[in-house]
C-alpha cells in the first residue's frame, strides 16, 4: 500500500497551490480520501476529505470556500485544489485513506497514510 502526495512548494499568500495524492496497493474507489495538515509541535489536523464516489466532501471550517477537492478514481488520485492561500495554511499536508463512504475528520479513522508534502505560504 502507497499513498504518494505531491505538489507542495512555497506560493505567496493570496496564491494557489495544487496537491496530488496517487495511491496503489489497495482499491482506491472503496476509500473515502481525506487532507490532514502538521506543523511542529502540532498535532495533526483534519482539513477535507471527499467521498469514495466523489460526491460529497466535508471540510474544516477555515479552509472552506477556499480549498476543493476531487478525485480520478480511473487514476487512484486524489486533489486538493487550495486558492486564496493564508501564511496560516503552511504545514505538511498529509494525504489519508479511509475503508468505505469517507469523510471522517478524526486522524484514528484513517487506514493509510501518505508521507506528506511541505507548503509553505510566505512573501
Known amino acids: 500500500v502507497q499513498l504518494q502526495a505531491s505538489g507542495g512548494g512555497l506560493v505567496q499568500p493570496g496564491g494557489s497551490l495544487r496537491l496530488s495524492c496517487t495511491a496503489s496497493?489497495?482499491?482506491?474507489?472503496?476509500?473515502?480520501m481525506g487532507w490532514f495538515r502538521q506543523t511542529p509541535g502540532s498535532e495533526r489536523e483534519f482539513v477535507g476529505a471527499?467521498?469514495?464516489?466523489?460526491?460529497?466532501?466535508y471540510w474544516e471550517e477555515s479552509v472552506a470556500g477556499r480549498f476543493t477537492a476531487s478525485r480520478d478514481n480511473a487514476k487512484n488520485t486524489v486533489y486538493l485544489q487550495m486558492n486564496s492561500l493564508k501564511p496560516e495554511d503552511t504545514a505538511t499536508y498529509y494525504c489519508g485513506a479511509q475503508r468505505g463512504y469517507g469523510l471522517g475528520s478524526q486522524v484514528e479513522q484513517y487506514d493509510y497514510w501518505g508521507q506528506g508534502t511541505q507548503v509553505t505560504v510566505s512573501s
Open positions: 471527499i467521498s469514495m464516489t466523489g460526491g460529497s466532501t
Open positions: 496497493g489497495f482499491t482506491f474507489s472503496d476509500y473515502g
